[in-house]
């Protein structure tokens, strides 16, 4: 080495501080270790996987009961609109049958049709108020035909 090529080189690690990183390679064989279960953290794993369980099963419980109310708060309303539908419906079928068996109105129709009112005697009420309530026998009495002509 000359001269100047050793100042530059003592220059150059005049310019490094620290120490220098040094790897070293070293095998290490773990074939021949043996785990040794500790009782311990077993136990406080089961435990612990346990009260996990519980909590599992206290959270799911909880929300099936929630959403179960909320289903059962939806058909409720889905049922007392549907009973409300079937009491207008009702409503309006008593409506209904009562101006159909409006008498003015059956009369007015039996006119137009060209029917007479009855004579006397040709009417016979069904009640079933007859004498104390016996079983009444049906008759045949004689009828008269009057022709529309």
């Given at each position: ?54 909590l599992f099963l206290l959270v799911m419980t909880y929300a099936w009961q929630h959403f179960k109310a ?80």
């Open positions: 080495m000359t001269a100047a090529s050793a100042a530059s080189s003592s220059r150059r690690q005049s310019f490094w501080v620290g120490t220098p990183e040094i790897y070293f390679a070293k095998t290490i064989d773990n074939s021949r270790l043996v785990k040794v279960e500790d009782p311990r953290r077993g136990r406080e794993m089961r435990q612990f996987s346990i009260a996990l369980c519980c909320i289903e059962y708060g939806y058909q409720i309303e889905s049922l007392k609109m549907q009973r409300d539908s079937l009491v207008e419906m009702n409503r309006e079928l008593h409506l209904e049958d009562a101006s159909l068996r409006n008498p003015e109105r059956i009369d007015t129709m039996a006119r137009k049709l060209g029917l007479q009112s009855p004579q006397a005697g040709q009417v016979m009420r069904l009640d079933g108020s007859a004498e104390g309530g016996a079983p009444v026998m049906a008759s045949a009495s004689p009828i008269s035909v009057i022709s529309a002509r």
